[in-house]
């Protein structure tokens, strides 16, 4: 299957902070790896535009990044291509002055990187080496930059963990996944860009039912710079 990361765009939501959490209330805050129960978590509210009408797909405040806010029937309609990946939270949205019900926000408690073709993906790193004294202000640093490759998810992790300094970079340059891959939803946290990814059935399905509006969808085995540079192929699709 053809994959796509979904960006959303536009459709960005703000905090309203809640002012009747207490300090001991537990606060829902950015997607992590880990799977936990977060149904005695708060949320803050997430105020979308009252102008034009209320959309299927948000891109929450930043507190609560990596994550989506999902309409009832978006929800709908993800459950229907995969059910038990992704958990579903009520979440307050304010439109203007006008309270608005059944929007969702999600949690993400399957992961799968063992679905990305390593050995057939590449990756960007940015290697900073530190020159110069350490109390030197602004600190002066060396920089390297190279596309390399892995053996295999260990070997990934491995580098990470044994090979890279706090200020070094390693992302997602083009991203395989293996053949065969049963998935109309993917939720990739290690090696790819923490974004919803959809398989083109379901890209196509979002754009039928008109749940698009704000939302490109960028292929996933295409790189940054060949989708965003100058003359880059986002340019045929989107303006």
């Not at 959309?55 to 459950?79: C, F, G, H, Q, T």
């Not at 990187?113 to 590449?122: F, L, M």
């Given at each position: 299957m053809k994959y796509y990361e979904v960006h959303v765009i536009y459709n960005v939501a703000k905090i309203k902070y809640d002012s009747g959490f207490d300090e001991q209330d537990l606060i829902?805050?950015?997607?992590?790896?880990?799977?936990?129960?977060?149904?005695?978590?708060?949320?803050?509210?997430?105020?979308?535009?009252?102008?034009?009408?209320?959309?299927?797909?948000?891109?929450?405040?930043?507190?609560?990044?990596?994550?989506?806010?999902?309409?009832?029937?978006?929800?709908?309609?993800?459950?229907?291509?995969?059910?038990?990946?992704?958990r579903f939270y009520p979440c307050p949205i304010l439109r203007g002055k006008e309270r608005v019900l059944d929007y969702w926000i999600t949690d993400i408690v399957i992961f799968d990187?063992?679905?990305?073709?390593?050995?057939?993906?590449?990756f960007f790193f940015k290697k900073r080496k530190l020159i110069g004294s350490e109390d030197e202000t602004p600190r002066k640093y060396e920089k390297t930059e190279q596309i390399i490759q892995f053996n295999d998810l260990f070997e990934l992790k491995e580098f990470k963990e044994k090979e890279m300094w706090y200020m070094d970079e390693l992302r997602p340059y083009r991203i395989l996944i293996k053949e065969g891959c049963p998935h109309h939803i993917l939720s990739i946290y290690t090696t790819a860009p923490r974004c919803l990814i959809v398989s083109e059935e379901l890209k196509n399905e979002l754009q039928k039912q008109k749940m698009d509006k704000g939302l490109e969808f960028k292929p996933l085995e295409i790189s940054g710079p060949e989708w965003y540079g100058p003359n880059g192929l986002r340019q045929q699709y989107y303006k």
């Open positions: 829902m805050g950015a997607q992590i790896p880990e799977v936990q129960d977060l149904s005695s978590y708060n949320i803050h509210t997430q105020v979308v535009s009252a102008r034009g009408k209320l959309l299927d797909i948000y891109k929450p405040s930043s507190n609560l990044s990596m994550r989506v806010i999902l309409s009832d029937r978006a929800k709908l309609l993800l459950e229907s291509y995969r059910k038990g990946n992704i990187d063992e679905w990305v073709d390593i050995p057939r993906s590449t």
